[in-house]
């Protein structure tokens, strides 16, 4: 093992290579998930070329030792945690837009490229890079990708996959898969780049894309609207995706609307809340109509994008009226039509489980991602598991997926049954067999 440190350590430098002796402590090494336990790698690698990641690979393999890749940790389920026999291969060093080209409408970059910097770089050049996460500051595009991120402009834009054209990637042994294609239409055998991505770094370390950039939007209109009746929102959806272009349809519950500071919004509280987002079409209009058909008791337009920006602040908690640090979050698909029976029936057994429980849910119903928020006061450490253990079965019940967005990791294998069938399983481990025959990538993560 020390002679595999000392390769590596004389590949990388001083700037890409940090013993486990002197790193600070695990805490900044574990992702967002709060299942980290502060365990250190045998070592922090930070290679700023492919040809240092690929030479990291063949003596990582050469040795047998475990990689763990990490993009910018802000994943909730475990997939980007450290092992004390692994290495943990971050891409921060790898940054990076490497081209914008207006004819194609594309984007070329390096997998530790920050969301916010891929943003930035579409705007400056007219275009809407298409992916939008609420960790932009921090989540890197290799990561976005190895989880297949969604986002609450997946009803517009699609999942991470839909916009990807090209993908780059090395294998466990060191051998690069470079197939940056820049074209819609590449009918050319197995898509490997549609293997990678949402493999959570299973088969390999991603080193570079190719996006396909959006035009720049029109100014968006923006509305906060009060719901009584969960039966509503179906109708509110489909009306709007025949009159506007939809780029966010957000549902709050009461309870997710009031957390997030959304008391004195509405009077009088209204039990659900709707963020509508529209790039074409008249909302005043769609508002209208939904005022007339009883669906809609209230709204607040957006007059500015400060204005716009406090709703979604209201969205994503960024000032919480009480903490939510180390709280259960699922993130969970479910058709439509039985999500309002699947929430009942969640908040029931959530009170059977705990008599002091708390919950809080909100979504991108558009797309049929939903997210809970769980406090069990009462059950201490062992209550993720039995929150787990509840609401899966449900899931699974309804038709739904136990993850919209975050992967499986190492939080939801034990419950992936509910979702994939053995078969799907076995057919995802032999892939995994094939392109990392000892399994030295990111053992015990993901679905296969």
Request: proline letters at 5%.
């Amino acid at each position: 093992m020390t002679s595999a440190l000392t390769e590596l350590s004389e590949v990388l430098g001083p700037a890409g290579f940090t013993a486990a002796s002197d790193l600070a402590g695990g805490s900044s090494l574990d992702d967002a998930s709060g299942a980290g336990t502060g365990t250190l790698p045998l070592a922090l690698l930070r290679p700023a070329s492919v040809a240092e990641i690929q030479a990291v690979m063949r003596i990582c393999f050469h040795h047998a030792i475990p990689v763990v890749p990490q993009g910018g940790l802000t994943g909730l389920s475990g997939g980007a945690l450290p092992r004390a026999d692994a290495v943990a291969l971050s891409l921060a060093r790898f940054s990076g837009v490497e081209e914008v080209d207006p004819l194609q409408g594309t984007m070329t970059m390096r997998a530790g490229t920050v969301l916010q910097t891929a943003q930035d770089a579409a705007g400056e050049a007219g275009f809407l890079f298409p992916i939008d996460l609420g960790a932009r500051g921090s989540c890197q595009i290799g990561g976005i990708i190895s989880t297949n991120a969604g986002g609450p402009r997946v009803i517009r834009y699609g999942m991470t996959r839909d916009n990807l054209l090209g993908l780059e990637m090395v294998l466990s042994d060191g051998t690069l898969l470079s197939h940056l294609s820049q074209v819609t239409k590449d009918n050319t055998g197995y898509d490997l780049r549609h293997l990678f991505c949402g493999a959570e770094g299973t088969l390999g370390v991603i080193t570079r894309a190719v996006f396909r950039l959006a035009p720049a939007p029109p100014p968006v209109q923006t509305a906060l609207c009060a719901i009584e009746r969960f039966d509503a929102i179906p109708a509110l959806l489909q009306k709007a995706k025949r009159d506007l272009t939809l780029s966010a349809f957000e549902t709050m519950w009461q309870d997710h609307f009031l957390v997030g500071g959304g008391r004195g919004v509405f009077s009088p509280l209204p039990d659900y809340a709707l963020l509508i987002e529209a790039e074409n079409g008249d909302l005043t209009a769609w508002l209208e109509w939904a005022f007339a058909e009883g669906l809609i008791s209230d709204a607040v337009v957006a007059t500015s994008g400060a204005a716009a920006q406090k709703f979604w602040d209201i969205r994503e908690n960024v000032r919480p009226e009480r903490s939510l640090k180390g709280l259960h979050n699922l993130d969970i698909s479910l058709p439509l039509a039985k999500t309002e029976a699947f929430v009942s029936a969640c908040r029931e057994g959530l009170l059977q489980l705990d008599p002091l429980a708390q919950s809080w849910f909100f979504g991108h119903l558009g797309d049929g991602n939903l997210h809970v928020i769980v406090d069990l006061p009462g059950l201490g450490p062992e209550g993720k598991k039995q929150v787990q253990d509840l609401v899966y079965p449900m899931v699974e019940k309804s038709g739904g997926s136990i993850s919209a967005e975050h992967g499986i990791g190492s939080l939801k294998r034990d419950w992936l049954h509910h979702s994939r069938s053995s078969a799907e399983v076995a057919a995802m481990r032999a892939i995994r067999t094939a392109l990392d025959p000892l399994g030295l990538m990111n053992p015990g993560k993901s679905a296969a």
